[in-house]
């Protein structure tokens, strides 16, 4: 049974960092395409980043410069480093995972696995 969990969400203050991580299982993730989105309160959900098996990764304009994307293919874990933190990135944070897709970008909300989220806060 494929399973995602999401760790390492919490409050910082803006300008702060944080690391999130998602620990897969029941299968082999190195061939799949793998991402990070994010919704906040009274929000669409929103992409973030993707990393795809080469490790090709796509970030969201929001985001550019400030988070990084990674993964750990003998840990089966992805990561989310994320810096510079502003008010607006407030929201809880889900990964995601898909073996099939070709459009490993953040603009798939179609994937086929989904964690249960982290929520992360930042105060201003």
């Known amino acids: 049974q494929v399973q995602l969990v999401e760790s390492g969400g919490g409050s910082v203050q803006a300008g702060g960092s944080l690391r999130l991580s998602c620990a897969a299982s029941?299968?082999?993730?190195?061939?799949?395409?793998m991402g990070w989105f994010r919704q906040a309160p009274g929000r669409e959900r929103e992409g973030v980043a993707t990393?795809?098996?080469?490790?090709?990764?796509i970030y969201a304009d929001s985001v550019k410069g400030r988070f990084s994307i990674s993964k750990d293919n003998a840990k089966n874990t992805l990561y989310l480093q994320m810096n510079s933190l502003k008010p607006e990135d407030t929201a809880m944070y889900y990964c995601?995972?898909?073996?099939?897709?070709?459009?490993?970008?953040?603009?798939?909300?179609?994937?086929?696995?989904w964690g249960k989220g982290t929520l992360v806060t930042i105060a201003s």
């Open positions: 995601a995972a898909d073996m099939w897709t070709t459009d490993c970008t953040p603009n798939n909300f179609g994937m086929d696995y």
């Open positions: 990393i795809e098996s080469d490790g090709t990764t």
């Open positions: 029941g299968n082999t993730y190195a061939n799949y395409c």
